[in-house]
Structure formats: C-alpha cells, structure tokens
C-alpha cells in the first residue's frame, strides 16, 4: 500500500512539472517574440536614420517633399489618381532610398509611407490611431520650416514577425506534446500494470486458498489411514483413498487451468487440428456434465438446427471450452439450472450458443470478464471456487480456431454465450 501511494505521489509530480514546463515554454516563446519585433523596430530606426541621412543636402528630395506636403493639404475626397500617381512620382526618391536602406538590414516586407507634419502626429498618437506598425521619423535637418515627420507602414509586420516564429512554436508545440502523450501513456501503462498486479495478487491469494483445502484433506485422510493402520478396515481405507483420490482430482484440474492458459498464451498457431463433428461433441460433453445438473435438479434443452456442423479444430481444447460453458452454468446459478444449448449457420459459420438462467454479470463486470484472473464477485464474496481463468482459455482457444465469442448477460436474467468457427464442407 505505501508503495502504491509512493507511485502515486511520483505520478502528481511528473504531471505538476509538466505543467510547470508547459507555462515556462509559453513564457520563453512570448519573451522570444517580444525580442524579434524589438530586433525589427531596431533595424526598421537604423534604416530610416540612414535614409534621414541620405536626404540631408538632397535639395530635389526636400523640394518634392514640400510639394507633397502642399498636394497632402486639399481635401482627400477630391484627390484623383492622376493626383496620387504625381504625389508618387515626386516621392521616388525618397521611396528608393527607404527601399535600399531597408534591404540592407534584410527587410523585405512590402511598405507604405507617407508624409505628415508633427502635429497630425501627436494626434494621431493621442487618438490611438497609431498602430504598433507605423514608424516616425522627423525631418527637422531637411525640412526645418515645415516640421516634416516621415511615417512608414509595414502592413504585413504581425504576420511576417509570426512566421519567423512559426518553426521554433511547431517544434516547441510537437515536444511538448510529445511529452503530455509519453504521459498520457506512462499513466496508462501504470493503471494497466497495476490492475494487473492487483488480479496477480488476489489469483496468488485465491490459490493458496483453493489449493490449501484439497491438500488439508489429502493430508487429514492420509494421517488418519497411517494412524490406523493395523486396525483399520476396508471400508474406511476405501472411504480415505476415495477422498485422496477426488481432492488429487481438484488440484490436477487447476493445475490444468493454470497450464492450458501458459500453453496456449505461449503458442501462436496449432497445425495438428482435425474434422470436427460439433453436434457429436455437443452431445458427448452434454453426457459426461448431466450428473452436475441432476444434483442441482437441473435440466438441459439441445437444439440443433445446423445443417453444417463440421469444422476444423483441436477436439480436446473446444471440449475443454464446452466443459467450461456448462460448468460456469451451474456454478454461478442460485436457482435449478436450466441450460439452453443450440446451434445455426450463419454465413458459412457455425454459430454455438449456451444460455442459462444464473445470476448473470453486471455491465462493468462485462468489460472485464474476458481478462486473466478476473473473477466476478458477488457482495464481499466470491462464491464460486476458481482462478480465474476459465472465460480466458475460452477466448484464447476460439481466437485459436479463427473465431468469434459473444457473451451477453445482465443480472438475474442468465447469461448467454455465442462461438461462431468457420465451417468445412
């Protein structure tokens, strides 16, 4: 137990640093991005500081620009194309040198300027009509008189600020769901490893119990026929060597169970299998079991309504299967048993089915039936002696012969069983 909660324990740290991780990861990416976009306002200041610099002394530029600024000053609404082609035209050489400047800090992005005086610029500021896209630039060496500030666009900046982000973001994404995922599974795998070493503890705990009666009374009955040996008489030997005989018997069917499930987990295919006559088997198995329903007062009902009922298989492993179904009818069964066992074809298959009126298996139990060591309980008590085991070596034997199993039940209403194998001709 305190093993488990240390494993438990470990569990809520791991996921607690990968959280950590996760928010360290975020952080790291914002701060990386805060770092490009100030890296590109630098190189965007330096070029327009160059550009300012290469238009001190350009008296064509400053009077083109003074030209623009008076074209800038009509009314918007009125300004034709003809108007802004001209405005371009007076602008080219500043429009060069921004072009030039830029790629010489590697700046290939698409642009827009433009030119307005300082105090559209404060109201512009003070209105939040700037964006973080737009820079400034004064113009007081050039143009002194006209307090001149060059503003420059870069419409596509978010996104090409984003792309220079996107590998490290999918990198940094993909790892770190790569390690949510090997978490994901870490805790599964636990879950499972410990489901199973739960059902590995309570089979070690049941066959001691299961083991520990027959060899309590092969023990008692050989002490008792020691102790009297000189004495004893042939009906009392006979009655001790009965008891050694039938609890022999016992342990030599869980011995069996135990061994069957090893073989056939450990073996990937059989090739000695036969024609198999399943209604001579059905019947042959019905015998040899009907005793177990005639102490309990119970009944059997056979209806065979295949036409093809041959197929190929191991002969002592489906009896083994039969033998099973009909065991577990009578086990797990508080009333008179009644067993119901038919048969049909189905789309070239054999179809098998074995319905009894028991106690049933509820749905959550239903899930899991089919697993090694899985035993069903009833309340606090598992009444019926057993490994669990049975419904496994089921499972395996018709996985075995290319079948399918269906088992449907629901509580107090019995439970049904279906195999479907391939048939022969």
Same mark, same amino acid.
């Given at each position: 137990m305190?093993?488990?909660? *240390? ?23 914002s ?23 290469? /238009?001190e ?9 003074? =030209? ?13 194309s ?7 035209r ?25 030119? *307005? ?43 090409? /600020? ?6 490290m ?19 599964r ?18 066959? !001691?119990?299961?083991?520990? !009666? ?8 050989? +002490? ?21 005989? !039938? ?46 329903? =005639? ?46 066992? +038919? ?7 054999? *179809? ?24 069903? +309980?009833t ?12 419904? !496994? ?13 269906? *088992? ?18």
């Amino acid at each position: 137990m305190k093993k488990l909660e *240390i494993n438990k324990g470990l569990i809520y740290v791991t996921f607690t640093f990968l959280l950590a991780l996760l928010v360290v990861q975020i952080s790291w990416t914002s701060q990386v991005a805060k770092l490009e976009e100030r890296l590109f306002n630098d190189r965007v200041e330096l070029a327009l500081v160059n550009v300012k610099a290469d /238009l001190e002394g350009d008296e064509f530029a400053a009077e083109s620009m003074k =030209e623009s600024m008076k074209e800038s000053k009509k009314d918007l609404n009125k300004e034709t194309s003809d108007d802004k082609a001209q405005k371009k035209r007076r602008l080219s050489r500043v429009d060069k040198l921004l072009k030039d400047n830029l790629l010489r800090y590697n700046i290939k992005l698409d642009y827009d300027f433009d030119l *307005i005086n300082n105090k559209e610029a404060i109201r512009q500021e003070s209105r939040s009509i700037a964006s973080k896209g737009w820079y400034y630039t004064k113009m007081e060496n050039i143009l002194v008189d006209e307090g001149i500030q060059l503003k420059l666009i870069f419409p596509s900046r978010d996104q090409f /600020l984003l792309s220079k982000l996107f590998g490290m973001f999918l990198i940094s994404a993909f790892l770190i769901l790569a390690v949510i995922a090997s978490f994901i599974i870490m805790l599964r795998l636990y879950k499972r490893e410990h489901l199973l070493a739960q059902k590995t503890k309570d089979f070690v705990n049941n066959m !001691t119990h299961e083991l520990k !009666t027959p060899l309590t009374n092969i023990g008692l009955a050989g +002490s008792l026929a020691q102790k009297q040996i000189n004495s004893i008489d042939k009906n009392k030997l006979n009655h001790y060597l009965q008891i050694i005989d !039938t609890e022999k018997n016992k342990l030599q069917s869980l011995a069996d169970d135990i061994l069957n499930v090893a073989v056939l987990e450990n073996t990937h295919s059989y090739n000695g299998f036969e024609k198999i006559d399943m209604h001579a088997l059905i019947s042959n198995v019905t015998k040899e079991n009907l005793l177990a329903l =005639e102490v309990r007062n119970g009944s059997l009902n056979l209806d065979f309504q295949a036409s093809n009922c041959f197929v190929t298989g191991n002969q002592k492993r489906l009896t083994n299967v039969l033998t099973n179904l009909i065991d577990n009818a009578v086990k797990y069964n508080i009333n008179e048993p009644v067993l119901y066992i +038919s048969t049909q074809n189905i789309n070239n298959q054999f *179809i098998l089915s074995v319905k009894d009126n028991g106690v049933g298996i509820n749905k959550e139990d239903l899930k899991h039936i089919l697993e090694k060591y899985y035993r069903v +309980s009833t309340g606090n008590v598992q009444d019926s002696k057993g490994f669990g085991l049975g419904l !496994t070596f089921v499972k395996l034997v018709i996985d075995e012969h290319n079948g399918s199993l269906k *088992i449907r039940s629901k509580p107090e209403h019995g439970t049904e069983v279906e195999i479907a194998l391939p048939t022969i001709s």
